[in-house]
């Protein structure tokens, strides 16, 4: 983490320990803030009551200052602090340091914590039992070495890495809105009866639910399939051995099927299976079906059932004693009545939703960025932006 040209200095020589202590009362409100792991910052949380908590007192946070959570700093529990949560409380376990603004940028030690080699050396020096209960002590988080340039320098590397990702984010927030005009333009065109009107058409004339068909070996391995709820869509999941579950008989799924937890198909779990879900497994909890694709596209059926205004319609054929355990039964669901469109007016959702998928695959670029974010970090502080 160093290079020729930047002296290693221990970040006890740039930062000090800086506590802003405020006491509790039973009448006092603290605006309680966390931190996320894996160097992603800090976030707001609920209020909470001097009445409710154990704590004597609370740390105050201050725009710039640095931040620690004891018990999960080798986690990437680390980050400055911005000005909107300038105000804001920690408990007593997140200690806060202030930098010595003659020598440190704060936003360079911001990227600088961003790092997992960082959080590695912090995990060497955390002590306890266990991974779970290692903690990193002020003083240790202080003998953590930072390669340090002159102030002039460091801001130079903060504003070339900053440049790289605005650029970024600046191309993602298009795609993410041109992605959601093309989503609202299916639904338009789900509702458009300018090709002809709908046609009130029960489910089970348009799918076929299939038979769970592989039994379930202890000794071979399944890669799950899942579905998000609220209209997100299939996912690969976890992959489990046949051991570790006591079901005994999986359903592979097909690209082109519907599928859904019939637990959570209310809350808007359900879907078509992607390609890149094609041949993965789900339970017997998930009915699977066959899309008759001469009646309806299976990318007709995909927009449909992620809109919110359809899910309620769900809830009321659910069953269960109370709404955590509502379940759609496949019978009730091949009795839903769906508004079925003209085969041209399909098909033109179908051209746009083509579109969709292409927007939807250049936005998985964010996640190529990410796994570019250490190698750009390590040549920034390797002297090499």
Not at 40 to 66: C, V, W
Not at 303 to 317: D, E, N, Q
Not at 319 to 342: I, K
Request: hydrophobic fraction near 40%.
């Amino acid at each position: 983490m160093s290079n020729n040209r930047w002296p290693l200095v221990s970040l006890g020589e740039v930062l000090v320990l800086r506590l802003d202590k405020v006491e509790t009362t039973p009448t006092s409100v603290f605006r309680i803030a966390g931190i996320y792991s894996f160097g992603r910052g800090l976030f707001q949380r609920e209020p909470i009551s001097g009445a409710d908590t154990t704590y004597k007192y609370f740390n105050r946070l201050h725009e710039g200052d640095y931040v620690i959570s004891q018990p999960k700093a080798w986690e990437g529990a680390i980050a400055l602090v911005p000005a909107e949560l300038e105000g804001w409380f920690l408990s007593p376990v997140f200690p806060t340091f202030r930098a010595n603004p003659d020598r440190l940028d704060v936003r360079y030690l911001e990227w600088f914590g961003k790092q997992s080699v960082v959080w590695d050396r912090l995990r060497n020096v955390s002590r306890g039992m266990g991974a779970r209960r290692d903690s990193v002590h002020p003083d240790k988080f202080l003998s953590i070495e930072i390669p340090l340039p002159p102030l002039e320098e460091q801001r130079r590397v903060v504003a070339r890495i900053d440049s790289l990702f605005a650029k970024h984010e600046e191309a993602l927030l298009l795609r993410n809105r041109l992605a959601e005009e093309h989503r609202q333009l299916c639904l338009a065109i789900l509702r458009d009866q300018r090709y002809g009107p709908h046609t009130p058409t029960k489910m089970h004339e348009l799918v076929i639910l299939r038979k769970s068909d592989v039994e379930v070996q202890a000794s071979e391995t399944y890669d799950f399939a899942g579905v998000y709820c609220f209209g997100r869509g299939v996912f690969r999941g976890q992959r489990r051995s046949g051991s570790e579950f006591a079901y005994k008989q999986l359903t592979q799924i097909r690209a082109g099927e519907f599928i859904y937890p019939k637990l959570m198909a209310w809350e808007g779990a359900l879907g078509i299976v992607p390609k890149e879900c094609d041949g993965l497994f789900v339970s017997p909890e998930f009915p699977v079906f066959t899309v008759r694709e001469d009646r309806v596209l299976p990318e007709v059926l995909d927009t449909y059932f992620r809109s919110s205004t359809v899910w309620p319609l769900l809830s009321g054929a659910s069953t269960g004693t109370n709404v955590r355990r509502r379940r759609l039964n496949p019978n009730d669901f091949l009795n839903h009545v769906f508004p079925l469109p003209t085969m041209e007016s399909q098909i033109a959702l179908r051209n746009v939703r083509r579109k969709l998928s292409e927007i939807e695959l250049s936005l998985g670029q964010k996640q190529e960025l990410n796994k570019l974010l250490p190698s750009i970090l390590d040549r920034a502080f390797q002297g090499g932006l």
